[in-house]
């Protein structure tokens, strides 16, 4: 029988699941000082760094359903972290603009990140981070690709 030669060790899937699960354990242990979840943290970083200003665009960043992410952004809103502000050429459209306590947060919290980037890659030369990252990029495409 041919699944019979399976070896789940030798299956990205195995390693992505795993990595990820013990990689949002730890960032949302460290995020717990800013009272923030990794999702929560996912959605202010990308309205900080990215030119994402909807709720649609969100939702492409960081792969949630709509309605978890509506309460997220809810929940953001809030703790006075992001304000809906209508779009100017469209009045059914809300744009997600950070407040200046959600951009001092997440100027603070962004460490966590840093710290986690840094624990994912102790064991490797930077050469090898580098190729990881660019390899892990060319993965995240071919599943993106519109």
């Known amino acids: 029988m041919e699944n019979s030669k399976f070896n789940i060790y030798q299956s990205l899937g195995f390693y992505f699941n795993t990595i990820f699960?013990?990689?949002?354990?730890s960032m949302e242990e460290k995020l717990k000082q800013y009272d923030l979840t990794h999702l929560q943290f996912s959605i202010l970083i990308n309205l900080y760094k990215n030119d994402v200003t909807t709720q649609k665009e969100i939702l492409r960043y960081t792969n949630g359903d709509e309605?978890?992410?509506?309460?997220?952004?809810?929940?953001?809103?809030?703790?006075?972290?992001?304000?809906?502000?209508?779009?100017?050429?469209?009045?059914?459209?809300?744009?997600?603009?950070?407040t200046s306590e959600?951009?001092?947060?997440?100027?603070?919290?962004?460490?966590?990140?840093?710290?986690?980037?840094?624990?994912?890659?102790?064991d490797l030369e930077k050469d090898e981070a580098r190729v990881l990252l660019k390899l892990l990029k060319k993965v995240y495409s071919s599943f993106h690709e519109s």
């Not at 309605?67 to 809030?78: H, K, P, V, W």
């Not at 100027?107 to 994912?120: G, Q, V, Y």
């Open 102 to 122: 959600g951009i001092k947060l997440i100027d603070e919290a962004i460490s966590c990140a840093k710290e986690m980037n840094k624990e994912l890659t102790k």
């Open 21 to 25: 699960v013990d990689m949002k354990r």
């Open 67 to 98: 309605a978890s992410i509506t309460r997220l952004i809810d929940r953001l809103e809030g703790k006075g972290l992001l304000n809906r502000v209508p779009s100017p050429t469209d009045k059914r459209k809300k744009h997600l603009v950070l």
